[in-house]
């Protein structure tokens, strides 16, 4: 056995590691601590969670049939209870501090898991913990206010459950965390039945039987709360964003190449992997296939992947030796992962960057106004400050635009929408950057959906185009008005009374 002196310069690095994680960690706050790095979906939730809080019903327009156009029961109800005792601190706010704690015990989870079932890997736990610091996907999403930093700290949870040793106070525990996990994310309907196989593999029948029947039970009861208020079985965003296995395949390639250094993973494959770390690799793979079947998704960086890299970063530990033969190449290789994941850091791959408030600012314009329906597609930030109906043009609130053939943002209906008579149809455009006028070049809007409501916005004489406005040089919308409907020129600037046939005719669809 190595002597304590021996052992000493193992520690320091070490501890060196750990505290090199803890500055990454703070880098990483750091550098997104600005409300640019927020996701405008972040205010459906809350304005569903308002609603819930004043009616008790969890509806998108009060006084219309609610619509599940929310994927996160879990984070909804947990905001529905805070604007109801706190209602003067912005959620957005709250979101973040809870996301960032839910990223920061994730990582103590998992690196508390390694140093427990892999004691004698001296360095195995702060590796891990450096390798998590350094996902810069992970703390965007922990900032952006969404429920992703929950759903990474359940589902690591429930890894670590399976693979620790079994006493009947973990049971109890892995129970409380299967349900939460269930109400967390729609993808819970299919991963729970992967964790209560690995929970059958690693713990043994008594723990899988208390980890199905909590996952059966809190299933049962969100199915029929979804039957009463909504009156269906799966969530409006099930029609609204349908999978589309190629777009999976995209994401899953992105997520290799800057998740995991592309080689990053070959580490798993230095040492004979132990029974319980083949099982967590099995459900790794199952968990990756179900993500490819699912579909992709449109946000930055490599979202929904971040539980399968949560699961090879935690299978890292458990196979990390510190004496054996590969100990160099452990080393180098831990060097691409992290490489990697500063490259996508450097070059904006895991994160981005959105116009912070300028939907707000038009949904308080909108509320200042006394206008009552409007129709866009960037429903969130609007949503909130607005307080009226809102016809949603990308179908996530609206059951019937979610039905639509289509893929997401190519479901349309021109006759429902414009039959509903919006003050405002609001349509995002891009216009070149360089032009003196954003119609001295060709623009280009952002969606199929919005590009067939423009062509009826044109044939149709009861709306005007009143304004561009403009949030970017590069990006901005059209500002379609009721022809009935008169815009103060204080707040929304001069009409430009045209017709939605002049804007089509600058459109192009590349």
């Not at 360095?123 to 390798?131: D, S, T």
């Not at 693979?163 to 996990?181: I, V």
């Not at 904006?348 to 009552?372: E, K, V």
């Not at 919006?422 to 455009?429: C, E, G, N």
Request: net charge positive; aromatic share 10%.
């Amino acid at each position: 056995m190595p002597s304590a002196r021996a052992l000493r310069p193992a520690w320091r690095g070490s501890a060196a590691l750990a505290w090199l994680a803890l500055a990454l960690i703070v880098a990483q706050v750091v550098r997104l601590r600005s409300f640019e790095f927020t996701i405008d979906d972040a205010w459906i939730s809350f304005r569903y969670a308002r609603h819930l809080a004043e009616t008790g019903v969890p509806t998108y327009n009060l006084g219309q049939a609610a619509v599940e156009g929310f994927s996160n029961p879990l984070w909804t109800a947990l905001f529905a209870l805070w604007i109801a005792f706190v209602p003067g601190v912005e959620p957005i706010i709250v979101a973040r501090v809870v996301g960032v704690a839910c990223a920061v015990g994730t990582v103590a989870l998992i690196a508390w898991t390694v140093r427990r079932l892999n004691p004698d890997a001296v360095g195995a736990a702060p590796a891990v913990a450096l390798l998590l610091a350094s996902s810069g996907c992970l703390w965007f999403y922990a900032m952006a206010g969404l429920e992703t930093a929950l759903w990474c700290l359940l589902w690591a949870a429930l890894l670590c459950v399976c693979l620790l040793p079994t006493t009947a106070r973990l049971r109890g525990a892995s129970a409380l965390l299967m349900a939460l996990f269930v109400w967390c994310r729609p993808e819970a309907l299919a991963l729970g039945a992967v964790i209560v196989a690995l929970s059958y593999v690693t713990a043994g029948r008594r723990a899988a039987l208390t980890l199905l029947l909590a996952y059966l039970l809190a299933l049962a009861t969100l199915l029929a709360l979804r039957q009463v208020f909504f009156g269906t079985w799966l969530p409006n965003t099930y029609y609204a964003k349908p999978a589309v296995w190629q777009e999976g395949v995209d994401d899953l390639g992105r997520f290799a190449l800057w998740g995991l250094g592309a080689a990053g993973w070959v580490i798993l494959l230095l040492a004979r992997p132990q029974p319980r770390v083949l099982a967590l690799l099995a459900a790794t793979a199952a968990t990756a296939v179900l993500l490819v079947i699912t579909g992709g998704d449109w946000m930055p960086g490599w979202r929904r992947w971040l539980i399968v890299e949560l699961a090879l970063v935690l299978a890292v530990g458990l196979q990390w030796r510190s004496g054996d033969r590969w100990v160099t190449l452990r080393r180098v290789l831990l060097a691409v992962w992290l490489a990697a994941h500063l490259a996508a850091a450097v070059t904006g791959r895991d994160a981005a960057r959105f116009p912070p408030d300028h939907m707000a600012r038009l949904g308080a314009l909108a509320q200042d106004s006394a206008l009552t329906r409007v129709a866009v597609m960037d429903i969130g930030q609007f949503g909130w400050t607005f307080r009226g109906r809102i016809i949603d043009l990308a179908g996530l609130t609206d059951a019937h635009l979610a039905r639509q053939p289509g893929a997401h943002l190519e479901k349309s209906d021109p006759d429902y929408v414009l039959a509903q008579q919006p003050d405002l149809v609001l349509l995002h455009l891009y216009a070149d950057p360089t032009a003196a006028h954003p119609l001295d070049a060709p623009i280009r809007l952002r969606s199929v959906a919005e590009r067939h409501l423009l062509a009826a916005l044109a044939a149709n004489d009861a709306y005007r185009l009143h304004t561009l406005a403009m949030i970017t040089p590069r990006f901005g919308l059209a500002v379609f008005a009721r022809a009935d409907r008169a815009l103060s020129p204080e707040l929304w600037g001069p009409d430009w009374r045209n017709t939605g046939a002049e804007l089509q005719g600058h459109v192009t669809s590349e």
